[in-house]
């Protein structure tokens, strides 16, 4: 069974610049969640999604990023503009669930903010 | 800001038994994973712990105590293929999972 993939897994942009990235879950998991990781730093949650609906955005930055799940598969999580302080790594994860099932994370985006 | 703390970074010989603790703070709670990452790779579940005590999986092992806030891995007969982060993260009860900042583990020969 395919992992969670997610494209592309490095990213090297100038600020101000958008940038944009992609997930495709593990294959009837219903959660998906982006998370940032800052060097030595664990996953912080961006967003989740329960289908197409994102029920926690709490912690995105909504003045420049943005997420969809329009079919309530595939996401794409974008910035725009970026920022020097964007650069990290960005994990998509899924789930079965949202409840307490094991999250299966992704490769991950390393995004460079130069 | 997260309410959870892990040690930084360890170091211990191949073939020696490592205890990585955890401690967290959190008025909501369902459980505790561990999951470990290596460097430049995705985090990889371990363990999930949601009642008192200590759970095996082949080398290595789980502990969580609810009362004191508090959890351990324990990791035996070490090999060089161990060195990684291992992430502590609990579960609240709001379907959210925070996860600590991650323990650097290093194996030497």
């Known amino acids: 069974e395919a992992g969670v993939v997610q494209s592309p897994r490095y990213k090297i942009i100038e600020k101000k610049q958008p940038v944009a990235f992609w997930c495709n879950p593990i294959?009837?998991?219903?959660?998906l969640y982006w998370y940032r990781q800052n060097l030595g730093q664990g996953p912080e949650l961006l967003i989740r999604?329960?289908?197409?609906?994102?029920?926690?955005d709490s912690q995105l930055p909504k003045d420049r990023f943005s997420a969809e799940r329009l079919k309530g598969v595939d996401s794409t999580l974008k910035i725009q503009p970026a920022e020097l302080g964007d650069s990290a790594v960005y994990l998509c994860?899924?789930?079965?669930?949202?409840?307490?099932?094991?999250?299966?994370f992704g490769p991950g985006t390393r995004l460079t903010v130069l | 800001g997260q309410n959870i703390d892990q040690p930084t970074e360890m170091t211990a010989t191949e073939g020696a038994i490592v205890q990585i603790n955890c401690t967290y703070q959190?008025?909501?709670?369902?459980?505790l994973f561990w999951y470990q990452q290596h460097a430049g790779e995705a985090p990889t579940f371990l363990s999930y712990n949601v009642l008192d005590g200590l759970e095996e999986k082949g080398r290595f092992s789980s502990f969580l105590s609810r009362s004191k806030g508090y959890s351990y891995l324990l990791l035996k007969e070490l090999q060089m293929k161990d060195s990684a982060s291992y992430l502590c993260a609990y579960h609240t009860g709001g379907f959210k999972t925070i996860f600590g900042a991650g323990t650097r583990l290093f194996v030497k020969a």
């Open positions: 294959s009837g998991h219903n959660t």
């Open positions: 999604y329960e289908n197409e609906e994102a029920v926690d």
């Open positions: 959190t008025s909501g709670f369902n459980g």
């Open positions: 994860a899924s789930s079965a669930t949202g409840g307490e099932d094991t999250q299966y």
